[in-house]
């Protein structure tokens, strides 16, 4: 079973990367970070495999401290650990919610642009039978 990275935005990635969100974007607009998909509320969304493709080195940021516990309690997991996992979780959604967003628009081009196609043939074809039948006729 394979488990799918997330998707960092361009202010995410350089600040994983250590690099600048210019040489993010650099990048990715001369197409060496495939993949890379726009959201309309998180703006470019780059897989993680992406940026390890293309040499970056990710160092992964510490986690918060753990808050203080009341005393005589004890927790049995961490609340980072809890907030990691929904995190990633989040982001494989969002990545999946981007690339089924992505298909269902390149579908819709695609399904208009057929449309269109037959239309124009629809229209030359009822062009030619009018032009065919005057000619008949006299």
């Not at 726009?38 to 940021?61: Q, S």
Request: charged fraction near 25%; proline fraction near 8%; hydrophobic fraction near 35%.
């Amino acid at each position: 079973m394979s488990t799918s990275r997330p998707m960092l935005n361009q202010r995410e990635a350089a600040a994983a990367c250590g690099v600048s969100r210019s040489t993010i974007r650099r990048r990715r607009e001369a197409g060496l970070l495939p993949r890379s998909v726009e959201d309309p509320e998180r703006g470019w969304l780059i897989p993680v495999e992406a940026l390890l493709a293309a040499g970056f080195t990710l160092n992964a940021p510490a986690p918060p401290d753990a808050p203080p516990s009341p005393a005589g309690s004890s927790s049995e997991e961490p609340v980072t650990g809890t907030a990691a996992e929904l995190r990633t979780e989040l982001e494989r959604l969002r990545h999946q919610h981007a690339l089924e967003l992505a298909e269902a628009r390149h579908g819709q081009a695609l399904a208009e642009s057929e449309a269109t196609h037959l239309r124009a043939q629809l229209d030359a074809r009822a062009e030619h039978m009018v032009t065919s039948s005057g000619r008949c006729r006299r």
